[in-house]
Nanobody, 122 residues
Framework: QVQLVESGGGLVQAGGSLRLSCVAS????????RAWFRQAPGKEREFVAA????????NYADSVKGRFTISRDNAKNTVYLQMNSLKPEDTAVYYC???????????????WGQGTQVTVSS
């Protein structure tokens, strides 16, 4: 089992920045990749960004490319999401996720955090 705990959400004005953090505990040694997803009210959960744990390969949704950056600190078992130039449409609950297999681009992840709210005001 892997436990994931997100932090760093909050209220920010459009154009501002936030950095989300996700700390993992448990059987983290078998993690292949970690990712961020988000779910806005009335919408389905969508992929935001992912990073492979060993090589640090990254993948982003088109809607956040150039604005968001995913990174990791292996020693701290932590993944980050730096969000810049935030827009009201970025408002959502942001979830951290982990996948044990190599199918990190399939968006089908094994473990999920509880989520952290990000609200961007116009």
């Amino acid at each position: 089992q892997v436990q994931l705990v997100e932090s760093g959400g909050g209220l920010v004005q459009a154009g501002g920045s936030l950095r989300l953090s996700c700390v993992a505990s448990g059987r983290t040694f078998s993690t292949y990749a970690r990712a961020w997803f988000r779910q806005a009210p009335g919408k389905e959960r969508e992929f935001v960004a992912a990073i492979t744990w060993s090589l640090g390969r990254t993948n982003y949704a088109d809607s956040v490319k150039g604005r968001f950056t995913i990174s990791r600190d292996n020693a701290k078992n932590t993944v980050y999401l730096q969000m810049n130039s935030l827009k009201p449409e970025d408002t959502a609950v942001y979830y951290c996720a982990a996948v044990m297999s190599t199918q990190w681009l399939s968006k089908s992840y094994d473990y999920w955090g509880q989520g952290t709210q990000v609200t961007v005001s116009s």
